[in-house]
């Protein structure tokens, strides 16, 4: 069974950078395609971006040019670091399997990011 834990949201002002951390536990990662999702208040679950089981990254338009993923299969890990963060950034961010290749695992908490103006 996979665990996932999110962690490194905060309170950030619009133009800051937030780095954010998925811990994928369990014995499954490596040739799985992994993503990380956002949902605002009231919104549905958006995928921002998407790596897959090769290191080949995807993005969301509105996170093109602002946001890098990476994995590190050592470490069970999936990095998402957002730079030039705007209001419309702000939600509760997750990772779990890239939906668009894979079933999806049971969510994590996930981890609130904020932007403010």
């Known amino acids: 069974q996979v665990q996932l834990v999110e962690s490194g949201g905060d309170l950030v002002q619009a133009g800051g950078s937030l780095t954010l951390s998925c811990l994928v536990g369990?014995?499954?990662?490596?040739?799985?395609?992994w993503a990380w999702y956002r949902q605002a208040p009231g919104q549905d679950r958006l995928l921002v971006a998407g790596?897959?089981?090769?290191?080949?990254?995807s993005y969301a338009d509105f996170v093109k040019g602002r946001a890098t993923i990476s994995r590190d299969t050592a470490e069970h890990t999936v990095i998402l670091r957002i730079d030039n963060l705007e209001p419309e950034d702000t939600g509760v961010y997750y990772c779990?399997?890239?939906?668009?290749?894979?079933?999806?695992?049971?969510w994590g908490r996930g981890t609130q990011v904020t932007v403010s103006s």
């Open positions: 779990n399997t890239d939906k668009r290749w894979n079933a999806l695992e049971a």
């Open positions: 369990g014995s499954t990662f490596k040739n799985v395609d």
């Open positions: 790596i897959n089981q090769w290191g080949r990254p």
